[in-house]
């Protein structure tokens, strides 16, 4: 996969366009910078690659608009080696973002076709995370607790095994909703049983779904 000066350059703007955007995270635009979104989409789609919107990808799927990355990745406020659980893998993106961050990510992905192809791409780029074929409403409580927990898909209430599985002092980023539009939620866990919610804008996602697809 090859980084051409023409997709730096375009790198470069979308960048300029997130901060006019509105976001002041530097180690995010840092990561978001480094990162060549293009390999995760189809090659013929380079002039599409640092628009600021979603796309579709192959299993009925998007990669997420990267303002939307931006914002639930400065929400999480990553420092190096934490572990993050990523629920919904997609394109491998906003994986690729969170390691170059230097967080030790833990992914799950219920499309078996998303969840191959996403780890040829963060392999090619030279990104370890792992990855695991399963549903994201269980999580992967034998590598918790998280110190972040980010879903990549709209849910109606945070599952309860997704909050078991946070630190104390961790802090999970969901679109939290309906069906045609979720509000961007911080929940910050305080105690044993106590979570903070706080709202971060309206976004909208596809549904997180249970169980797998071949």
Known sequence: MTDSFEAKGKRKKLIEELRRKGI????VLRAMNKV???????PAFLNHAYVDKAFPISSGQTISQPYTVAVQTSLLQVKRRD????????????????????AKVYTIERYRELYLKAQTVLLSLG??????????????????????????????EVPQKLLTQLKTGGRLVVPLGGT???????VQRTGKN????????????VPMLKGTVK
């Open 24 to 27: 002041t995270d530097e180690e």
């Open 180 to 186: 045609f539009s979720q509000v961007m939620t911080l």
């Open 36 to 42: 060549p979104r293009h390999d995760f989409m189809d």
């Open 127 to 156: 990104y370890s995370a792992d990855f695991f074929y399963g549903d994201g409403f269980e999580g992967k409580h034998q590598y918790g607790p998280y110190d972040g927990i980010v879903i990549t898909a709209a849910v109606s």
């Open 83 to 102: 572990k993050i659980l990523e629920i919904g893998t997609g394109s491998g993106y906003q994986a690729a973002i969170l390691v170059e961050m230097g």
């Open 194 to 205: 106590q979570y903070d919610y706080s709202s971060h804008g309206s976004f909208v996602f």
